[in-house]
């Protein structure tokens, strides 16, 4: 594992007790049993190290969207409930997963036909979820098409070739600021959503496992959490919308925290530009800093003279262009406080007084998701 030392640019820690305690906390508030989604490396966090982590915590269902990251999870030991939701026609994995006891779900007639091939290739029976397109207009079964599929579902059934273990859609606003057009879209869509349930039960189909909410849907609507939820970037500690409400307000811990150190000081007269295209102009003799991270680490360059970090418990501002492999910082007001290889927190969950993913996300017009999501593999992260 990855320990810092005074000659390192840059790491990200992780903490496992964050991560634990955002999940209970969620699951505690949705009254129903959680799905732990760690998809994209667990959101940035190191699913290698997350996914079994939650297992000992005695999480019961995993979700992530590819087959290949499904098939990760498989080689590195994990055997418990693992639900994929998004491949491409042909992939070669869809099959792998097949045999590997991985839970896959179903949008069309031709996922469902290509599953059930591999199903009999297998000798075994593929445990499905039915995805339901209520309103996302993205994958899932449109309602329009579900009698066909339903139709076709009953014959492999009774072949045993496929099992339908769950059914299932996802959010469209669940997480918009605007609280009465959120209510109205999530009941919207979770009355499609139960005619669906319906018309299963029609043929006698009953799942056991029924999911419409995801984190928004888990903190603020009741009427979506069903018999499960999935818990994704709530359980990493961020809010799913933070203009609604920031983690601090829902009772959740920031996972991540991204630390770089100062790699040079030097002071630039009033009037000099920094960074290309000289973005940012000095008002006055400055005290710049240089970051030894940039847009190659997963640091958003348009989020250039919008973000600040904290040096020392205090927030100094970014200035001029994010390069690919630095960004520079205003430290004029903290004058013999810094000196070069001090520790710059970027974003965490603001114990040394840096702002949150959230934040970042906020200042330049992007969310949380995102900043996480992006972070490079050469920051490495340090589990906590």
């Not at 991560?19 to 129903?32: F, M, Q």
């Not at 240089?290 to 904290?310: E, K």
Request: proline share 4%; aromatic share 6%; charged share 15%.
């Amino acid at each position: 594992m990855f320990n810092p030392h005074a000659g390192d640019r840059a790491w990200a820690q992780v903490s496992g007790e964050a991560i634990l305690g955002n999940y209970d906390t969620l699951r505690a508030i949705s009254g129903v049993d959680a799905m732990a989604v760690v998809k994209a490396d667990a959101y940035g966090h190191g699913a290698d190290v997350v996914a079994p982590l939650l297992r000992s915590h005695g999480v019961t269902w995993l979700g992530v969207a590819l087959p290949s990251e499904a098939m990760a999870l498989r080689a590195a030991g994990d055997t418990g409930k693992l639900l994929c939701w998004l491949s491409t026609p042909g992939d070669p994995t869809l099959s792998e997963c097949v045999g590997a006891d991985v839970d896959l779900s179903v949008s069309s007639l031709r996922e469902l036909l290509e599953i059930a091939t591999a199903a009999r290739d297998a000798n075994t029976c593929a445990n499905i979820h039915v995805k339901i397109d209520t309103g996302l207009s993205r994958n899932g079964v449109s309602p329009t098409d579900l009698g066909a599929l339903i139709s076709e579902l009953t014959t492999l059934i009774g072949e045993g070739t496929i099992c339908v273990r769950g059914v299932w859609s996802h959010l469209a606003s669940a997480d918009d600021p605007d609280l009465v057009l959120s209510s109205k879209s999530v009941s919207a869509q979770r009355s499609v959503f139960v005619a669906a349930l319906d018309d299963f039960a029609a043929v006698g189909i009953e799942p056991e496992f029924v999911h419409l909410a995801n984190t928004a849907g888990a903190l603020w609507h009741p009427d979506s959490r069903f018999n499960l939820v999935r818990v994704g970037i709530g359980m990493y500690g961020l809010s799913p919308n933070a203009e609604r409400a920031g983690s601090e307000q829902l009772g959740l811990i920031p996972a991540m925290t991204v630390v770089a150190r100062i790699s040079s000081l030097k002071k630039v007269s009033a009037g000099a530009g920094v960074s290309y295209s000289h973005t940012w102009i000095a008002k006055r003799e400055t005290q710049v800093g240089l970051v030894p991270v940039g847009y190659a680490d997963g640091i958003p360059r348009n989020a250039s003279n919008r973000v600040g970090v904290a040096i020392g418990g205090k927030i100094v501002p970014q200035v001029g262009t994010i390069a690919m492999d630095q960004f520079v910082v205003d430290c004029t007001d903290l004058g013999a406080e810094v000196s070069a290889g001090a520790e710059v927190y970027v974003f965490g969950p603001g114990a040394h007084g840096e702002w949150t993913a959230d934040q970042w996300g906020l200042a330049y017009g992007s969310l949380g998701y995102e900043i996480v999501t992006r972070l490079g593999a050469r920051i490495p992260r340090v589990h906590l």
